[in-house]
């Protein structure tokens, strides 16, 4: 595979040696050095790929990792602040799924080749759509994420379908055994949830990277689920800072008999909870509307090339590589990070191992799902907008949501507009 490109790859290495030499990005044996910043994912699965892939590169490249910090704001901001002064010691960007119109409107991230975008052809249109920026391919998906109805079995007997389904038991069960764990802090977690729950109402927050959907009757039926919830007596103590680690430890702790979160739950409350996972199971996103599917959120990462990397072709190559169905995989069994390539999917080990008896639910969740609105340029804008209008969910009026949508849509349509939110 590596074959094929390695000697215009190595030309490329070898126009840009002065430069690389100054700066550590190559060596005399025409080797190059390609940073990669990206969070520390800890279960090694990312390592172990960038490992194998420099290993089978015929000497064309060696993937370093740049650790970026934990939480996504402050990953972004340490991106934006080196692509902002053209700094060329970046050359693969581990992004967040909503950045990919932020950083491809400003030009910091190359377009992807034609012959990596045939190495996606397998991938999910949902996933791929978080990578595109004016229908144009600017990274690849490496990894997926979507979040699930996590349910206790032994408080009841089957998944509730739809949040009003859901809303009524755990009325029954009562705050002691009932509770709903969620994530509704002032933070993306809540645009998480709000995305997903518009979505399932058969509308969106946006129609293009300009201009406003949020069909009134349709948001506001979200927005009265969510209020409703907060002010059940079956929410979440905390949930106006509930996050996916506080919803998590709620779980665990007995209180909760249903919870939405990512898969990452289930190997917690095994490690974590004895007693609890032997009773935990797993449903799809429940329906916002009775009638339609629910759209799920999508979370994930995705791989682009600096614009001012010294070491593109070098860098598409590997991302090429990085990508391979293999890597997928171990990477779900390390991390549990679901793989963006369909096909994966049919691999018994991953149901067997990784997701057991549920690696359908996240295939059908992930080919469902509704990504946020990261075709915007001014996306950090958009969150912090919709952060501002929903929070706390407990101010939401379930009978009398008009309020809350008006607040939503005129937040929505300055950080359209490009109002100075941040």
């Not at 991230?109 to 229908?135: C, G, R």
């Not at 979370?299 to 070098?314: K, L, M, P, T």
Request: positive net charge; charged residues 20%.
């Amino acid at each position: 595979m590596w074959r094929r490109r390695v000697f215009g790859a190595m030309a490329v290495a070898t126009s840009m040696f002065a430069v690389a030499a100054c700066g550590g990005g190559g060596s005399s044996s025409g080797r190059v050095t390609l940073n990669w910043f990206i969070f520390n994912e800890p279960s090694g699965g990312v390592q172990a790929a960038a490992k194998k892939c420099s290993a089978a590169s015929d000497g064309q490249y060696t993937i370093k990792f740049q650790y970026l910090p934990s939480q996504a704001d402050s990953q972004r901001e340490q991106l934006v602040r080196r692509l902002g002064a053209k700094d060329s010691s970046l050359d693969l960007l581990g992004l967040d799924v909503v950045w990919t119109g932020e950083f491809a409107n400003a030009g910091w991230i190359e377009p992807v080749p034609a012959d990596l975008q045939d190495a996606t052809k397998s991938d999910f249109p949902s996933v791929l759509n978080t990578a595109k920026f004016e229908n144009k391919l600017y990274a690849v998906p490496i990894w997926s994420n979507t979040q699930l109805l996590w349910y206790r079995k032994d408080r009841v007997p089957t998944a509730p379908k739809t949040w009003d389904e859901m809303l009524q038991m755990a009325s029954k069960l009562g705050p002691a055994k009932g509770q709903i764990q969620v994530q509704a802090n002032k933070y993306e977690g809540l645009v998480v949830w709000a995305n997903a729950m518009i979505a399932s109402a058969g509308t969106s927050i946006l129609a293009g990277p300009e201009k406003i959907a949020l069909d009134e009757a349709k948001t506001e039926k979200a927005l009265a689920l969510m209020g409703r919830l907060g002010r059940s007596p079956e929410h979440a103590p905390n949930i106006d800072t509930s996050t996916e680690d506080t919803a998590r430890l709620g779980f665990e702790s007995g209180s909760s008999a249903f919870m939405i979160n990512y898969p990452f739950v289930y190997p917690s409350a095994k490690s974590n909870a004895p007693a609890v996972f032997k009773q935990i199971a797993a449903a799809k996103f429940p329906q916002v509307d009775p009638g339609r599917p629910s759209k799920p959120p999508l979370g994930g990462i995705n791989i682009a090339v600096s614009a001012y990397s010294h070491h593109q072709a070098a860098a598409f190559a590997a991302v090429k590589c990085l990508i391979q169905p293999a890597n997928q995989l171990n990477i779900a069994k390390l991390g549990g990070l679901p793989p963006v390539d369909a096909s994966v999917y049919d691999q018994p080990a991953l149901n067997k191992d990784v997701y057991p008896g549920f690696a359908d639910l996240i295939k059908q969740s992930i080919q469902d799902a509704a990504p946020r609105p990261s075709e915007s340029p001014a996306y950090q804008d958009l969150s912090l907008a919709i952060q501002e209008a929903l929070h706390p969910v407990t101010s939401i009026d379930p009978n009398n949501p008009k309020a809350a949508y008006s607040k939503l849509k005129d937040k929505v349509q300055q950080a359209v507009d490009r109002k100075g939110l941040l």
